[in-house]
């Protein structure tokens, strides 16, 4: 589009935007020499830099604590390389495979946990890799779902990302395919009839999962873009990060939930903030984000509640943590706490 700012990719291009001061460049040239840095115009535009707090700033400008390291924080959190049998596929649980076709993002969160492995120049399958990959889903009829990820699977051309649609879907036992994707937000206009066109299925359910973390995120073109998936007949998720000073607290999300809701996409993960390197700053406790959800029960519908997930380092899996709402009573009945903090009996089950 004419007069459009391209991506800002350097400290220097977002220096240039304003949203970088000059004394701060040399530390952010630093940052963005150790971890990728992409900003599009979409959220440059959605970035007040009179707010020294703003929540959209905070996820995708480069900080100068991403270069401390805390002894806890790894460079593969969730044990991606733990799972790879074969180049592309992560095979962590019985079910389901992950498929990274490419590493590279339309943005690069600053609290992204494969911050070690996307940026510029990732490394993509070839034609060769990727019929290795699909061909480990076709040999196992245990694989029902396939996540298609990265990376972002959508900045693919139609044509490869149709390849890839529709030879999974031509595997008799694959019965979900899942997007996981950042388009619809960062790069909204990306998202082409020829892309959406892509996504037809004939034999499996084709979900496309969008991280937000911020309502300020949903801008005019990016819910338009999101009805376009939604008009088409796609289901719609979305994953959600808990990040301190971006949504930690429950205002913010229940604001980005209904939104959300309200476009049809449901919440479907609220994920606690993995110890990817030079991340401590966006972590809050698993305390805190048991007392948030606790907060939203009762006053949320449960339609726009997701499951708050921890990723157990190592790559063990995701599990639930939300807060616990039913402990054993002393003669073999239960206490049950509703959502006002009050607390009731129930009778011991025959």
């Not at 490419?102 to 034609?127: I, K, N, W």
């Not at 959508?154 to 649609?165: F, G, K, T």
């Not at 919440?267 to 606690?272: E, Q, R, S, V």
Request: net charge neutral; charged share 20%; glycine share 8%.
């Amino acid at each position: 589009m004419t007069g459009r700012r391209p991506t800002a990719r350097t400290p220097r291009a977002l220096a240039d935007a304003g949203l970088i001061s000059p004394a701060n460049l040399a530390t952010a040239e630093r940052v963005a020499a150790k971890y990728a840095v992409a900003v599009t115009p979409e959220l440059i535009a959605a970035i007040d830099p009179n707010d020294t707090e703003d929540p959209i700033a905070r996820q995708f400008l480069p900080d100068e604590t991403e270069l401390h390291v805390a002894p806890e924080e790894l460079a593969d959190p969730i044990g991606d390389q733990a799972h790879a049998p074969v180049k592309g596929i992560v095979h962590r649980y019985p079910d389901r495979v992950l498929l990274k076709p490419l590493h590279t993002c339309p943005v690069y969160c600053r609290f992204c946990f494969r911050r070690e492995t996307v940026g510029p120049g990732g490394e993509a399958l070839s034609d060769a890799e990727l019929d290795i990959a699909i061909d480990y889903v076709r040999g196992r009829p245990e694989i029902f779902e396939v996540i298609v990820t990265g990376g972002d699977p959508l900045l693919l051309s139609p044509r490869r990302l149709a390849r890839i649609v529709k030879a999974l879907d031509a595997i008799p036992h694959v019965g979900v395919i899942r997007l996981h994707t950042r388009v619809p937000i960062a790069d909204p206009r990306r998202l082409t009839v020829k892309c959406i066109t892509a996504l037809v299925t004939a034999n499996t359910a084709l979900y496309v999962a969008i991280h937000c973390n911020h309502v300020r995120e949903l801008t005019p073109t990016a819910r338009t873009c999101i009805r376009a998936l939604t008009d088409a007949g796609i289901p719609l998720l979305a994953q959600t990060v808990l990040l301190r000073g971006v949504n930690d607290d429950a205002a913010a999300l229940t604001a980005l939930f209904r939104a959300l809701a309200r476009l049809k996409v449901k919440p479907y993960y609220l994920h606690h903030a993995d110890l990817a390197r030079g991340t401590a700053h966006f972590r809050t406790t698993i305390a805190e984000g048991q007392a948030l959800m606790r907060a939203l029960r009762g006053r949320l519908s449960g339609l726009c509640q997701p499951t708050y997930v921890l990723d157990i380092p190592g790559g063990f899996g995701k599990v639930p943590i939300g807060p616990c709402y039913l402990k054993q009573g002393a003669d073999g009945g239960w206490i049950v706490e509703d959502f006002l903090g009050q607390q009731h009996e129930y009778p011991p089950l025959p």
